[in-house]
């Protein structure tokens, strides 16, 4: 099983900036079939990126998804109100599996 | 539009089963995969198993093998997941999720239930 850890385990920003997450896999992510989701509380998960860099229908520009292999990072232009919530990534096909997410909170 | 719509929170004794419903609707519901992924309280998310809800094929993580039982019935466009020999550990939100991709599965979520809060204590 691929293990996923992410980092920092919490970000502290203010609207307006920017947030960058990071993925990193135990090992190499075939076909960039890793994926970012945004989860709020009391809310189900929402896909936001997959293949790493392709937004999902719906999501805003200003949530992009980059790198390949083993290192993959969710990139938040400008921090929205509504943007503050915690991110997991995935790596899918045969036996997904999830980071332990990221929470975004307003500093 | 689409929609999961999932059955209401449960409180089990361990050792006890617990079965969760998935009512779809909006789409043609033996078109897509139907997930099942858990959260446990504060905790990360974790795949439990997948259904074809066109031929009742299903795939079961390692981890729930001989614990989980995935169904489904088409006419009422519902999945189901059965879990038994609870124990404190289950405790968990537990979601059913529909795949991105029609007539296959990617294990990619676009769409998911509520969730429904499942208590396992004595």
């Known amino acids: 099983e691929i293990v996923l850890t992410q980092s920092p385990g919490t970000l502290s920003l203010s609207p307006g900036e920017r947030a960058t997450l990071s993925c990193r896999a135990s090992?190499?992510?075939?076909?960039?079939?890793l994926a970012w989701y945004q989860q709020k509380p009391a809310q189900a998960p929402r896909l936001l990126i997959y293949?790493?860099?392709s937004r999902a229908t719906g999501i805003p520009d200003r949530f992009s998804g980059s790198g390949s292999g083993t290192d993959f990072t969710l990139t938040i232009s400008r921090l929205e109100p509504e943007d503050f919530a915690v991110y997991y990534c995935?790596?899918?096909?045969?036996?997904?599996?999830f980071g332990g997410g990221t929470k975004v909170e307003i500093k | 539009q689409v929609q999961l719509v999932q059955s209401g929170a449960e409180v089990k004794k361990p050792g006890a089963s617990v079965k969760v419903s998935c009512k779809a609707s909006?789409?043609?519901?033996?078109?897509?995969?139907i997930h099942w992924v858990r959260q446990a309280p504060g905790q990360g998310l974790e795949w439990m198993g997948r259904?074809?809800?066109?031929?009742?094929?299903?795939n079961y993580a390692q981890k729930f093998q001989g614990r989980v039982t995935m169904t489904w019935d088409t006419s009422i466009s519902t999945a189901y997941m059965e879990l038994s020999r609870l124990r404190s550990d289950d405790t968990a939100v537990y979601y059913c999720?529909?795949?991105?991709?029609?007539?296959?599965?990617?294990?990619?979520?676009?769409?998911w239930g509520q969730g429904t809060l499942v208590t396992v204590s004595s």
């Open positions: 259904i074809n809800p066109n031929s009742g094929v299903t």
């Open positions: 909006g789409y043609t519901f033996t078109g897509y995969y």
């Open positions: 090992q190499s992510v075939s076909s960039s079939y």
């Open positions: 293949g790493a860099s």
């Open positions: 995935q790596q899918y096909g045969s036996s997904p599996s």
């Open positions: 999720a529909r795949d991105l991709i029609p007539g296959g599965w990617l294990q990619l979520y676009d769409y």
